[in-house]
T-cell receptor, first 114, second 117 residues
Framework: KAGVTQTPRYLIKTRGQQVTLSCSPI?????VSWYQQTPGQGLQFLFE???????NKGNFPGRFSGRQFSNSRSEMNVSTLELGDSALYLC?????????????FGEGSWLTVV | AQKITQTQPGMFVQEKEAVTLDCTYD???????LFWYKQPSSGEMIFLIY??????QNATEGRYSLNFQKARKSANLVISASQLGDSAMYFC??????????????FGSGTQLTVLP
């Protein structure tokens, strides 16, 4: 059974550019969540999608957005990149995002903003 | 107040010995779940073990067990017979089922475990 797949694995962007990260959840999982991990702030929740609808959003500026497609794949976009956006972005997959013990993460996308 | 507290920034353990990683949590939600993840330097967050707030018994998964003390709001991870490959960052996380932060995980700051040969 394939795990959570995130692409790209590594990327370098320049300040002011935008970036799109992709996440394919485990087959049959309909909930996708995104997290940002930085040395200073640790792991912070960005947003959660279920059946193409954003159900929950963390405390991030509007430059951070996302979407989910009908096949449950999700993308997140960061516009007008800032140096502080340099982070590991992790995607988590679960059947329905609610109660339960099955929350699995991908390998993450390492974003460096220069 | 911090929702998840991991008080050990770093821990060392000798190979083949057992180690306990501490985690305390704070919630008023009657239903919640507690997770432990391992993160090697590659970045992937690897699921280790889960404990539900209503589970009567402590969770176990192979060499991992969770020492769940609900009244004390602690959920310590015990790794038995440590291996060199266990060297990694370990995160405790909580999901609250009825609060405004439902459907998301709140993470602790992590414990860097180093297994010595």
């Amino acid at each position: 059974k394939a795990g959570v797949t995130q692409t790209p694995r590594y990327l370098i962007k320049t300040r002011g550019q935008q970036v799109t990260l992709s996440c394919s959840p485990i087959s049959g999982h309909r909930s996708v969540s995104w997290y940002q991990q930085t040395p200073g702030q640790g792991l912070q929740f960005l947003f959660e999608y279920f059946s193409e609808t954003q159900r929950n959003k963390g405390n991030f500026p509007g430059r951070f957005s996302g979407r989910q497609f009908s096949n449950s794949r999700s993308e997140m976009n960061v516009s007008t990149l800032e140096l502080g956006d340099s982070a590991l972005y992790l995607c988590a997959s679960s059947p329905n995002g609610g109660s339960g013990n099955t929350i699995y993460f991908g390998e993450g996308s390492w974003l460096t903003v220069v | 107040a911090q929702k998840i507290t991991q008080t050990q920034p770093g821990m060392f353990v000798q190979e083949k010995e057992a180690v306990t990683l501490d985690c305390t949590y704070d919630t008023s939600d009657p239903s919640y779940g507690l997770f432990w993840y391992k993160q090697p330097s590659s970045g992937e967050m690897i699921f280790l073990i889960y404990q539900g707030s209503y589970d009567q018994q402590n969770a176990t998964e192979g060499r991992y067990s969770l020492n769940f003390q609900k009244a004390r709001k602690s959920a310590n991870l015990v790794i038995s017979a440590s291996q060199l490959g266990d060297s990694a960052m370990y995160f405790c996380a909580m999901r609250e089922d009825f609060s405004g932060s439902a459907r998301q995980l709140t993470f602790g700051s992590g414990t860097q475990l180093t297994v010595l040969p």
